[in-house]
């Protein structure tokens, strides 16, 4: 089983859908979560950080679910803009590396 | 602007040559990493090194060498390029942003496209 899993998708929605992804992963002892976004060849780069609490970020709302071992990115009112690869990304502890996911990949369509 | 550097951005290599990805960041992270990206594969990770002086191999280390040159160098070679190498590789670093700042996150470069013909 990989440490980290997503739906490859696509998720082909329409503008001002609600689209939501899933994310688990197999190391309990997991210790930070992230979403990062990737446009298509260009570099990922941070979307936010997912806490324990659960996090929001204007359309954006990440929550963690510790016990089930998964993260979920809620995006509400999907922009044509928001098209891209949404990566899941889990960080054990201390100088360990980040584990990726490979990627949800969305399309908005007008 | 402060971020990782990345250099080639684009390479073409005949099977057999060798070549020296160079990667650079000005954020005094202590943590970089080489991931490479292939078409529904997602980024597995080649090297990294947690600290100055100090190399680990990731997922897929075949075929690559790295060094850890300073803090703010981690190069990563490829001696005898094989096809199967084609492929964008990535290099990252983890910490917080320019100046100590924002969220303790990777910061990554544009990537190198390789291709091993």
């Known amino acids: 089983r990989k440490e980290v899993e997503q739906d490859p998708g696509p998720f082909n929605v329409p503008e001002g859908a609600t689209v939501a992804f899933n994310c688990t992963y197999s190391n309990s002892a997991s210790q930070s979560f992230f979403w990062y976004r990737q446009d298509c060849r260009k570099e990922p780069k941070l979307l936010m950080s997912?806490?324990?609490s659960g996090n929001e970020d204007g359309r954006f709302t990440a929550q963690l679910n510790r016990a089930s071992q998964y993260i979920s990115l809620l995006i509400r009112d999907s922009k044509l803009s928001d098209s891209a690869t949404y990566l899941c990304?889990?960080?054990?502890?201390?100088?360990?590396?980040?584990?990726f996911g490979k990627g949800t990949r969305l399309s908005v369509i007008a | 602007n402060a971020g990782v550097t990345q250099t080639p951005k684009f390479q073409v290599l005949k099977t057999g040559q060798s070549m020296t990805l160079q990667c650079a960041q000005d954020m005094n992270h202590n943590s970089m990493y080489w991931y490479r990206q292939d078409p529904g594969m997602g980024l597995r990770l080649i090297y990294y090194s947690a600290s100055e002086g100090t190399t680990d191999k990731g997922e897929v280390p075949n075929g690559y060498n790295v060094s850890r040159l300073n803090k703010r160098e981690f190069s990563l070679r490829l001696e005898s390029a094989a096809p199967s190498q084609t492929s964008v590789y990535f290099c990252?670093?983890?910490?917080?942003?320019?100046?100590?700042?924002?969220?303790?996150?990777?910061?990554f470069g544009q990537g190198t496209r390789l291709t091993v013909v």
């Open positions: 990304v889990v960080n054990r502890a201390g100088n360990t590396p980040l584990v």
């Open positions: 997912v806490y324990s």
């Open positions: 990252a670093s983890w910490g917080q942003g320019a100046h100590g700042f924002g969220n303790t996150e990777a910061f």
